[in-house]
């Protein structure tokens, strides 16, 4: 197979630091991407389990909006709209915010359903103690809902990561994207796509390895079914 | 802003954008169809415990799974002698299979085992047990999530664009070239947010109706 032939292999090792700048890319963007998903997701999540009406109404539109559409559609939407409120961001920057209101609307119906897995008898017991609402999330129900939304969470992670090649597709200087501009000058498309392939096995993999056994412990220290995913 | 508007409106531009959401409707089509079928292979090989094809379906679900899907599309555009459109088609489908092995192997998992033993026990082979008591059950179970990922596959329809395959986003995209104004840019990015919104949300109903459908195979 000419395609995959041992000189092609050499032209890429040489160079490497190509493939090395964009994994750092990627994971500078996808940690970003993560935090701003993670404060997003909470917020909404725990604005959907809220009593207060227009707070649910609110993360409802969120969560249906954003999981209705293509992430494709909302960067490019992101990437042009910008320019016409005279705002320029490095498009890392769209690739983080984009990414980020994306999962952040995966993550706030994981942290949703954690919630209401949660006994509706510890919110009245802190309540009653004369906690407020927000005190009563803050250190009886969400530290407990923890344990239930880490494996769904994990597996957020794990999409973000393999998402965040979509600054391929707005040059964002990613893995994704040096290997693709790398092959495209070179023309050795069969070694730089199996390396990056390679990489995100290495990352993604174990990761999802991990959600599952968490998934099978919380299962079992539930002892019965228990479904925040 | 209203001569912008009228400017977007013209027929060619709609018959424009409709033949990217026909594009976006074919791929969408052939890629739930085809990786139904080989992830319901995948799914019952996985659960199967043979001792070849167990690993071999685990093989090929976990190295399609830990990849991001647009780096298949540019992966098979470029390796293998296919048009943008079939190539992008193909990873779409082995990717979406991977996922689907894997929710039709929970749903195998969610059944009893005492049908197992029921159905053999009253002289039923392995693939009649399968096919006639086990598969329909799990069905049921696998509906939820298949409809998610079936959504996802309709969404994901849009990172063939990557490879110039000009379905609904791409053809967005392209629009935007000749109409860039901010009111035509809003009007352009808000049709095709919504045809996805109401594909999306239609499929999420025809999910719900399937479920409730098959309601008298609930154990």
Not at chain 1, 104 to 120: C, D, K, M, T
Not at chain 1, 144 to 165: C, E
Not at chain 2, 9 to 27: D, K, S
Request: proline letters at 4%.
């Amino acid at each position: 197979m000419d395609r995959f032939a041992a000189f092609k292999w050499q032209a890429l090792f040489r160079d490497w630091h190509i493939l090395l700048e964009g994994l750092g890319r990627t994971a500078s963007t996808a940690g970003l991407a993560l935090l701003l998903s993670l404060a997003l997701g909470v917020v909404f999540g725990v604005l959907a389990t809220s009593p207060w009406r227009s707070g649910r109404a609110v993360s409802r539109l969120y969560v249906s909006l954003i999981q209705n559409t293509p992430l494709v559609t909302q960067v490019f939407f992101l990437y042009y709209a910008l320019p016409h409120f005279d705002l320029v961001l490095p498009t890392p920057a769209v690739g983080v915010l984009g990414l980020g209101v994306y999962h952040g609307a995966y993550i706030s119906e994981v942290v949703r359903a954690g919630i209401q897995a949660i006994h509706r008898g510890q919110l009245e017991a802190a309540l009653s103690q004369g906690f407020t609402y927000v005190q009563a999330m803050r250190y009886v129900i969400l530290p407990q809902a923890g344990q239930i939304v880490l494996p769904p969470m994990t597996n957020q992670a794990v999409a973000l990561i393999k998402n965040s090649s979509i600054l391929a597709m707005i040059s964002g200087g990613d893995l994704m994207f040096q290997a693709d501009s790398w092959s495209a000058s070179t023309g050795y498309y069969g070694p730089a796509y199996l390396t990056v392939w390679a990489i995100y096995f290495a990352i993604c993999f174990p990761l999802a390895q991990l959600a599952r056994r968490w998934e099978e412990r919380v299962r079992l220290s539930r002892g019965g079914e228990v479904s925040a995913a | 802003m209203m001569e912008e508007l009228a400017a977007l409106a013209q027929w060619h531009n709609l018959r424009f954008m409709a033949e990217g959401l026909y594009i976006t409707l074919r791929i969408s089509l052939l890629t739930i169809v085809f990786s139904f079928l080989l992830g319901t292979v995948l799914g019952i090989m996985r659960y199967s415990g043979h001792r070849l094809l167990t690993p071999l379906a685990a093989v090929y679900i976990e190295s399609f799974r830990a990849s991001p899907l647009i780096l298949l599309i540019l992966l098979f555009r470029f390796t293998m002698p296919l048009k943008p459109v079939n190539s992008g088609t193909l990873a779409m489908t082995l990717f979406t299979a991977a996922i689907v092995g894997e929710i039709v192997r929970g749903g195998l998992n969610s059944v009893d085992k005492g049908q197992w033993e029921a159905a053999r026990s009253q002289g039923f082979t392995w693939w009649q047990t399968m096919r006639y008591i086990v598969l329909p059950q799990a069905l049921r179970k696998m509906i939820p999530p298949l409809t998610g990922q079936f959504i996802t596959v309709v969404k994901d329809t849009s990172y063939v664009w990557v490879v110039g395959v000009q379905e609904l986003t791409g053809k967005g995209v392209i629009i935007l070239g000749q109409h860039g104004s901010t009111i035509q840019f809003f009007a352009i990015f808000g049709m095709i947010g919504l045809i996805y919104y109401l594909l999306c949300l239609g499929l999420n109903r025809l999910g719900l109706w399937q479920e409730q459908r098959m309601s008298w195979l609930t154990m």
